[in-house]
């Protein structure tokens, strides 16, 4: 098994910041459960990044806990989050989003 290693871009560093504050504001301890599942998700990518569905030139790996999705790009030994974005919002929405973050 490959092991890469995993690049998460500023962009979606503020994704999480969103989607925790968003949950947060919900019901206090859910925003640091959505960081902590997030990021779970993410680090799986270290073993798994290339084998998930492509969408709008990008990889894309559904969160287990929460409704986002993580979008990446692969280069050689490595994988670079891009996005990581609440599927809930306007499909049209999420391709703006990767588009500019390319």
């Known amino acids: ?3 890469v290693e995993v690049w998460v871009l500023a962009e979606a560093v ?3 910041e969103n989607g925790a504050e968003y949950y ?3 019901q206090p301890g ?3 459960d959505f960081w902590d ?3 779970a998700d993410i680090g799986t990518l270290e073993f798994s990044s290339g084998v998930h569905t492509r969408q709008l030139g990008c990889h894309r790996k559904i969160a287990t ?3 986002y999705a993580i979008f ?3 280069q050689t030994g490595r994988a670079e989050v891009i996005a990581v974005l609440p599927m809930r919002r ?3 929405w999420i391709g703006r989003q990767l588009r500019s973050r390319r």
Do not use: I
């Open 1 to 3: 098994m490959n092991r």
């Open 14 to 16: 503020q994704d999480l």
């Open 24 to 26: 947060e504001a919900r």
């Open 30 to 32: 859910v925003g640091d």
């Open 37 to 39: 599942s997030l990021l």
């Open 65 to 67: 806990r929460f409704p």
């Open 72 to 74: 990446y790009r692969t």
């Open 90 to 92: 306007d499909p049209k």
